[in-house]
């Protein structure tokens, strides 16, 4: 907890002297209008909470719900191994799984591949397709777990278009299989940032939950972080004990429909 808490201290008295909320917030509002392009995000890389992680996330909590364990299929890349260390990459996932388990989902914790330099973002911007022969799976319901340094891209059209800076981004990518030969998947961006809910958060999109504004949900978004004092208040504790933060059975229930008809598309694929 100490640790923790002085990160914590640290990104509060940095938020309170105008840097911006981001370092709080678990993602900006993809619709928000407050969310400019200049709005600077807080970095500090810092391994310092990452034995409390690996320590709680040990020990299983009570499952939200009873149901068979479903089960969800993700691959792992990097663009940025000297940030996304084997460590940090593991106690992400570590919480991921931590969460996801409660809800009686499985993930495993795979291998991070090493990716060129880059070959996730281009100019910070997110790339929607990804040229590289990427190892994907047959199963198209596949997520690809994207681990880099910058999560912007653009949104909008005409003069509503902004760049937007978020902590992470769940979205399809077109990967390049064999040369000219591509591939659409389900992707999940995540770049390091000290809120490591993030990956929870764009998992919990990918499984087809929108955004809540209610204190401890792990589907909280920026805008509903800084519309409300109270929400503020429990995000700042929050990010000093993860362990508070859940999805509620009825997303619980929700993930799993969406892994439910996932199988079956593909299984009617299969006997075609
Ligand atoms: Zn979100």
């Known amino acids: 907890m100490g640790s923790r808490l002085w990160a914590g201290w640290i990104l509060w008295s940095l938020s309170l002297s105008g840097v911006g909320w981001s370092g709080l917030d678990i993602e900006a509002d993809w619709f928000g209008g407050s969310w400019g392009p200049t709005t600077p995000s807080l970095s500090p890389y810092s391994d310092w909470d990452i034995k409390e992680t690996l320590h709680f996330t040990k020990k299983p909590g009570t499952p939200w719900i009873q149901k068979p364990v479903k089960r969800v299929l993700v691959t792992a890349y990097t663009d940025r191994p000297t940030i996304w260390t084997t460590l940090r990459y593991r106690s992400v996932m570590r919480l991921a799984q931590w969460y996801l388990a409660r809800c009686r989902i499985r993930i495993d914790i795979p291998k991070l591949r090493v990716l060129p330099h880059k070959t996730l973002t281009h100019k910070r911007l997110v790339r929607w397709k990804v040229p590289r022969p990427l190892i994907v799976s047959k199963d198209p319901a596949e997520t690809l777990l994207l681990f880099t340094h910058d999560v912007q891209y653009y949104w909008g059209r005409g003069s509503q278009r902004r760049r937007y800076r978020l902590l992470g981004v769940s979205s399809t990518v077109w990967v390049e299989v064999k040369r000219n030969h591509w591939l659409k998947r389900h992707a999940v961006w995540t770049r390091l940032s000290p809120v490591y809910?993030?990956?929870?958060?764009?998992?919990?999109?990918r499984l087809g939950l929108p955004?809540?504004?209610?204190?401890?949900?792990?589907?909280?978004?920026?805008?509903?972080?800084?519309?409300?004092?109270?929400?503020l208040w429990t995000s700042f504790l929050g990010y000093m004990a993860p362990q508070r933060f859940r999805f509620t059975p009825q997303e619980c229930l929700t993930m799993h429909k969406t892994l439910h008809k996932q199988r079956?598309?593909?299984?009617?694929k299969g006997k075609r």
């Open 197 to 205: 809910t993030t990956l929870a958060h764009e998992l919990g999109h």
């Open 264 to 268: 079956k598309r593909r299984h009617k």
């Open 211 to 231: 955004h809540v504004s209610e204190p401890y949900r792990l589907m909280v978004t920026g805008s509903g972080v800084r519309g409300s004092l109270t929400m």
